[in-house]
């Protein structure tokens, strides 16, 4: 069947914004930077249950170079939030980054000289996830919002 016999006498128009958007949306890439207890809830979610792969997200990439989105899971120390950043500048643009659970975002219970108080203090942060730990659907909630963000985005630079 050609293209004509499938559109008919009508046109199909799109911009590049759309098209390389969709498919950046539809294949977000996580890189998990499990550091404390909310790390088994992110494990949770990459399971079956609750079909990750609808984000193009079923497995976990363990190379930055290979991640698009670094989900930070659990309280930081000073002397990890380096190692952090080191990751973080290897990951190709564009990249996102979710602050998982109160500790991430905020340092949480841990008010002590060595804990960073959000990982925001280093780290350019698209979504946070309240709870200590969170459920699993609040970090699809949070996939869902980088998607919704990816959409909105403009990818085509054009020259002047």
């Known amino acids: 069947m050609g293209m004509d016999k499938a559109l008919g006498d009508g046109f199909l128009t799109t911009t590049v914004d759309t098209i390389v958007n969709w498919g950046r949306a539809n294949a977000l890439w996580p890189m998990p930077m499990g550091l404390a207890c909310c790390a088994i809830e992110m494990m949770a979610f990459a399971g079956p249950k609750y079909d990750a792969a609808r ?3 079923e497995v976990m990439r363990f190379s930055p170079r290979q991640s698009d989105v670094m989900i930070v899971a659990g309280w930081c120390t000073y002397k990890m939030s380096h190692a952090i ?3 973080w500048d290897q990951m190709p643009d564009p990249k996102w980054c979710i602050a998982m659970g109160a500790c991430a975002s905020t340092g949480g219970m841990h008010r002590a000289y060595g804990v960073v108080q959000g990982v925001d203090n280093f780290l350019p942060v698209d979504v946070y996830i309240s709870g200590c730990p969170p459920r699993p659907e609040s970090l699809i909630n ?3 919002q980088i998607q919704e963000k990816i ?3 403009h990818t085509a630079k054009l020259d002047a």
């Open 55 to 57: 984000f193009g997200s």
């Open 85 to 87: 950043r080191r990751v």
């Open 142 to 144: 949070a996939m869902l």
């Open 151 to 153: 959409k909105t985005e």
